[in-house]
Structures are given as structure tokens and as C-alpha cells.
């Protein structure tokens, strides 16, 4: 086998923070990905690294710093509360490592135009964790759509939700980057942007605040794009499971239900409706944890443009900030 045709080596990868998350989706994702090779697990917590190394390989290592001083990674995969990544994501970009930052890239946009300019100083890849964005699903809906098959869109919704977290869940503390606009909220406005285009403006935006907490349980967002498309948006830590978006057109519309978080061995099916018709259309089964993962690795080895991907990075930042403080926020007491 000549060097052209050579299967590279796999992307050497580091996780900061045993997460819970990384337990259940992440790291089985890599153990299914071949372009990955997981090296190290860092933990504050030497006894937790160790466990994760025993279920997912890799060498335990008690300290983040202590991981990022390593020459044997290429890349590091953050799965730190929200409020962290940020920190860490720069340290070590910094330290000439690629960077795989669990979504949301950071809490806002000086925090993500910062990062940017790093990984481009650095020539360095970053990217955040959104899995959905690389289930095959969404590129079967986007043809049907773009084959008329609703006709001329006319509106977006989305939705995510999920049941009450429980006390002392990480997702409640605020300076930790808690609250449901940066943890499920942003699933809804990567959608709209999947769909509508980078021309999307905040017209207005609701928060349920927790007053105690201080990080918000639910809200809504009404986006339009520079055609006049209307994308409503929803979110919310108090309801029962939904996760889905929904086009409306001048023919007909469609429903996907299970947009943002379905498994592997989930089979997806489209829900059309055209006047009286009403058809379930099949879709392919997909491993959106493991594609996020060989998007990532394929990133770094072809030398993708982080200019171009940085302004991507940016857009969805400043939607979510513009969300935020053009809020009209109502305040809840549980």
C-alpha cells in the first residue's frame, strides 16, 4: 500500500472531566470509532479517572494541567460543566492541542470569539459537541424539503425539553453555566440554523427564571430569517421528553420527532402531512456520536478552515446571547 492510499493513524484523544455524559454516549462513540484512539482520561478525581479508564481504556491521570502536558495527545475532548470550558478549552488549544468542546461551546460570545482567535493563531481545530448536526436524518429531511416536497417553507418550530432535574444536578448552578437555554435551548437554535440559514434575527424571547437558583427552567424565541421565515423556539427543564422540530409550507408540512437525541438503533420516521394526506416516510438509522467523532477526526487531518468554521461558531453564540438578554424574564419560585 502506497503512502496515498495509507489509513492515517487515529487521532490521539484526551478527555477532560468524567462526566456522566461521557460514560453513556461519548466514549462508547469512540470505542466504535476507528479515526479515535482514546489515550488519556483526566480527572480531578484520580480513583473516578481510573474507573472510566477500566470500562474505556486509556491511562487515568489525576489533574487537567497534567493531561494537557502530555506529547502523546493530538486532541482533547472537554466534558466539563459549561462554566469551564471556556477556561480549559483555551489552555489547551494554547498548548497546541485540537479541541472537541461538549455543547455549549462556552456561555457566550466574547467567550467563543476568544476561543476562535486562539484556534486560528494556534492553527488549531475547534469544534463543539453538538451530536445532531451529523445524523443522516436531517440531510434526508433537508432534500425532501428542498424537492418541494412541502412546497415553499413558511415557518420553523422546534422543541426541547426534558423532566425536572434533581437536586444538586449541575445543570442548576449558575455559575456553572446552568439553565436550560445553554443546555437544551441551543439544540432549538442550531435547528433553525440548519434550516433557515446564518441570516437569522431575535425578535423576541422568553425566560422562566429561578429565582433561588438563579439559572432559567424554560423559555421561547421567536427568530426570522432574511426571507421572512418565522422560527419559533422552545425549551424548557420542567415537562415531559419532546424533541423535535416541525416545517410548515405552502403544500404541506412535516414532523421529526426525536430530532436531537436519537440512539443508534433508533429508525426515524418523518411524519408528512399534505391536505388530507398524511404519510410516515422511513429514515436511515444513524450513530450521531460516532459521525461527531469521525467529523472531528476527518476536521483535523484534512486542515479545515477555522476561519470559516469560527464564524459558524460565532453565529450560533450571538443568537443564543441575543435570546438571553433580550429576554422578558418571569420569575418562578418552586
Not at 104 to 109: A, D, F, K, Y
Not at 148 to 171: N, W, Y
Not at 204 to 223: E, P, Q, Y
Request: aromatic share 8%; glycine share 10%.
Amino acid at each position: 500500500m502506497n503512502a496515498e492510499t495509507a489509513t492515517p493513524p487515529p487521532l490521539r484523544l484526551a478527555v477532560l472531566g468524567c462526566a456522566e455524559f461521557a460514560w453513556r454516549n461519548t466514549l462508547p462513540a469512540v470505542r466504535r470509532t476507528d479515526e479515535v484512539h482514546l489515550t488519556v482520561l483526566g480527572s480531578r478525581d484520580g480513583a473516578k479517572a481510573a474507573r472510566y479508564a477500566e470500562e474505556f481504556g486509556g491511562e487515568p491521570v489525576e489533574g487537567y494541567e497534567k493531561v494537557l502536558e502530555r506529547h502523546d495527545v493530538d486532541a482533547v475532548y472537554i466534558a466539563l460543566p459549561t462554566g469551564l470550558h471556556h477556561t480549559w478549552a483555551r489552555r489547551a488549544l494554547e498548548a497546541g492541542k485540537h479541541v472537541l468542546v461538549e455543547k455549549p461551546l462556552t456561555t457566550g460570545l466574547a467567550q467563543t470569539e476568544d476561543l476562535v482567535e486562539v484556534a486560528v493563531r494556534r492553527r488549531r481545530w475547534l469544534t463543539d459537541g453538538f451530536q445532531f448536526p451529523h445524523h443522516g436524518q436531517h440531510a434526508q429531511v433537508r432534500e425532501f424539503v428542498d424537492e418541494g416536497g412541502i412546497g415553499e417553507p413558511r415557518f420553523f418550530t422546534a422543541a426541547f425539553g426534558i423532566p425536572p432535574r434533581p437536586p444538586g444536578d449541575v445543570r442548576h448552578e449558575a455559575d456553572l453555566g446552568g439553565g436550560a437555554l445553554l443546555d437544551v435551548g441551543v439544540y432549538t437554535v442550531r435547528a433553525a440554523r440548519m434550516f433557515l440559514g446564518e441570516d437569522l434575527t431575535v425578535q423576541g424571547s422568553t425566560l422562566r427564571m429561578d429565582t433561588a437558583r438563579g439559572v432559567d427552567l424554560g423559555g421561547a424565541a421567536l427568530l426570522c430569517s432574511g426571507s421572512g421565515v418565522p422560527a419559533q423556539l422552545s425549551f424548557s427543564f420542567e415537562t415531559s421528553y419532546r424533541s423535535s422540530y416541525a416545517l410548515w409550507g405552502s403544500d404541506g408540512a412535516l414532523t421529526l420527532e426525536r430530532a436531537f437525541t436519537p440512539p443508534p438503533s433508533f429508525r426515524p420516521t418523518l411524519h408528512v402531512r399534505r391536505g388530507n394526506d398524511t404519510r410516515e416516510l422511513p429514515l436511515t438509522r444513524d450513530d450521531q456520536p460516532a459521525q461527531l467523532m469521525r467529523a472531528f477526526a476527518r476536521a483535523v487531518r484534512e486542515g479545515a478552515s477555522m476561519t470559516a468554521h469560527g464564524e459558524e461558531l460565532r453565529r450560533q453564540a450571538a443568537l443564543v446571547d441575543d435570546i438571553r438578554n433580550r429576554a422578558l424574564r418571569t420569575a418562578i419560585r418552586l
